[in-house]
């Protein structure tokens, strides 16, 4: 039973995709569906902030094809910038990001701090409830994926939605209920492939092949 129960969870984590296709546009998120998601969220490990996470949920279609404007804006000069087109997935998300059931703003009170380790240890006290919430959101159905980009027009986002001074913008998770999307691992690099052991770049195990003594 807990090895089912591992397997369960292991699958949700290896599947928790990014969802740009396949949404249901025309269906409202129940709203004790997202306030059962945020409580799964205020549960991530936090530090430096506490519990100075805060969620905007956006549901408003003049704020949310305001925000879509200013998204595909950040989008396409990004690709412009690196010489790369868009990606069909983006292109197909830009075109009706202003129609997603709503969109949710993961903020975080307070500033980060100039330096790196106060930086590291500012976004580390939000971030981790931000994929809580997208994890939460993928076991109830509910499809999204992790932008952000707009933290490069935080002032015009917070013009735009009300976020006082002093609030720090991290992710964007536009979020609607799945339709028959298939979720799955995606092809990534092995563990071994990816890990050292006791010193960078040095040799590690490997893992252990049943039947092996």
Known sequence: MIEDDVLRF??????????????????????????????????????????????????????????????????????????????????????????????????????PPPTTSGQVGFYGSILPAAWSLMLALRGRGIGTTWTSL??????????????????TQTVMLPAAYTLNAVLKPAQRASAETVTFWDAWGASQPSRKVPGDE
Not at 11 to 22: C, K, Q, W
Not at 150 to 167: E, H, K, Q, S
């Open 10 to 111: 292991e699958h949700l984590l290896s599947t928790a995709r990014s969802v740009r296709r396949n949404l249901d546009f025309d269906r409202p998120i129940d709203r004790d569906d997202l306030f059962a998601c945020i409580d799964v969220a205020v549960q991530a490990p936090t530090g430096l902030i506490g519990e100075g996470w805060r969620f905007l949920v956006v549901t408003d279609p003049t704020r949310k094809a305001a925000i879509a404007e200013l998204y595909s804006e950040i989008l396409v000069e990004l690709m412009q910038e690196r010489g790369l087109p868009l990606k069909a997935s983006h292109q197909a998300l830009i075109a009706r990001l202003h129609e997603i059931p709503c969109m949710i703003f993961v903020c975080a009170e307070g500033e």
């Open 150 to 167: 707009l933290t490069a027009r935080a002032d015009a986002v917070a013009g735009i939605l009300g976020i006082p001074d002093g609030v």
